[in-house]
């Protein structure tokens, strides 16, 4: 598919057009060529890692087929437009980012266009990639297998008692533990918040 088809696909997924999308399916494309793949359709050969959510991803989706349902697509929130694309099979990845001074170059790029928004939309569509992006080989400090681990792999909770898959069990005492339970959780118990008393917390 051509950079049109492709967002076309992600502004239909998306609502609208917007330059973070834009982005997502150029980087999508570059980090696909750089390994010399095609988007998955099917295959789970590539892994892609995002550095945010948001628009960025529908774009990223549209140009690599990579999906969290596929467990294709993951996201490392850095609060960053950049993405790491990770052959499976022959382990090489590279990390794909947008030059520091993008709206600068964008800016220059579309001079008749004094509104930012509609200079960006047309110069991410427009520039080519050595001008838009940065792309660097990297190596994954977690391993691809650790990342993907094994279907059919799972184990009970010691503490909770619920069910834990792909390996991210933590074990601590010789117990299996899930990261909630081994003190890594993103969540509190209304009981858990009354023990730290929440309002102290702030000030
Ligand atoms: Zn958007
Ligand atoms: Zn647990």
């Not at 095609?38 to 995002?50: A, H």
């Not at 052959?87 to 008749?112: H, S, Y």
């Not at 834990?164 to 117990?175: F, L, T």
Request: hydrophobic share 35%; with cysteine; glycine share 6%.
């Amino acid at each position: 598919m051509n950079l049109q088809s492709l967002l076309e696909k992600s502004a239909q997924q998306h609502s609208h057009l917007c330059p973070r999308q834009i982005l997502g399916v150029r980087i999508g494309m570059a980090g696909i060529a750089a390994l010399g793949l095609e988007p998955n359709q099917g295959s789970k050969r590539l892994l892609t890692i995002l550095e945010t959510d948001g628009c960025f991803a529908d774009g990223i989706t549209a140009a690599t087929d990579c999906t969290v349902g596929h467990r294709t697509l993951r996201v490392e929130d850095y609060g960053k437009v950049a993405a790491t694309f990770v052959d499976t099979k022959t382990r090489r990845a590279v990390r794909v980012a947008p030059v520091l001074d993008i709206r600068q170059r964008a800016n220059q790029c579309c001079p008749e266009e004094s509104r930012h928004y509609f200079a960006q939309m047309q110069a991410y569509q427009t520039m080519p990639d050595e001008r838009l992006l940065t792309v660097t080989t990297v190596y994954l400090v977690t391993g691809v297998e650790q990342i993907i681990s094994r279907p059919g792999v799972r184990v009970d909770c010691a503490s909770c008692g619920e069910e834990i898959m792909n390996e991210r069990e933590v074990v601590v005492d010789g117990r299996y533990l899930c990261r909630a339970c081994a003190g890594h959780s993103y969540y509190q118990t209304p009981v858990e918040m009354s023990v730290f008393s929440l309002p102290n917390r702030l000030s």
